[in-house]
């Protein structure tokens, strides 16, 4: 769930201008699923903009104490999660620690990189929410280290029904700055794209699996 409006316009305003979102509906991209898409989005170029930067840490941490209160511990997603995770500690004075997608190969094995004590109550942080399947991964194993997942803060959501369905059922709060539908209605209202192009952008959300084929 995107909770302010105005926020989640200036984000898309942002990632538009910055271009860490394209969007491309006559020559889609394909991801690494091998979906083909109108858009592309790599959150981590907002890195290198520091007050956008410092606008998306601040109000990641506005949503955090607002919405959950405030967590023993923060944790961040491999990869895109760290930096935002990181930056968000620092600036609530909490301990920091990131969550691998799958366990080391060597030394210790670790998913979970860092310290965290069971019973200590966790906030997620992740850059960009597609199917959901490795942020709901994170969890699952913060969750196996006895950890409480207070909910899970991200930049932007496509906000697939599939998505949304396994955050439902896998009973963690989502909540965004930003997401798809407010994107791209800025994008048409600022010209980055056409009217005749908002029936495929909005059909590709529908059912990405099949869009373009």
Known sequence: M????????????NLLQIKAVKLNPSQPFTWASGWKSPIYCDNRITLSYPKLRTFIRQEFTRLITEEFGIPDV???????????????????GLPFVYVRQSEKSHGLGNVIEGVVDPGQSVIVVE???????????AVE????????????????????????DAFLEAKVRLLTLSDYEILISTALEQNYILQKDMESLIAWRRDPAQWGK
């Not at 194993?141 to 949304?164: N, T």
């Open 2 to 13: 995107t909770v302010n409006q105005e926020v989640a316009k200036k984000i898309a305003e």
């Open 74 to 92: 923060i944790a961040g997603v491999a990869t895109g999660g760290i930096p935002q995770g990181v930056l968000v500690a620092q600036d609530l």
């Open 127 to 137: 850059d960009l929410i597609s199917t959901g399947g490795s942020s709901l991964k």
């Open 141 to 164: 194993a913060l969750r196996k280290a006895g950890c409480v997942v207070k909910g899970m803060v991200a930049i932007f959501s496509y906000k697939f029904p599939q998505a949304e």
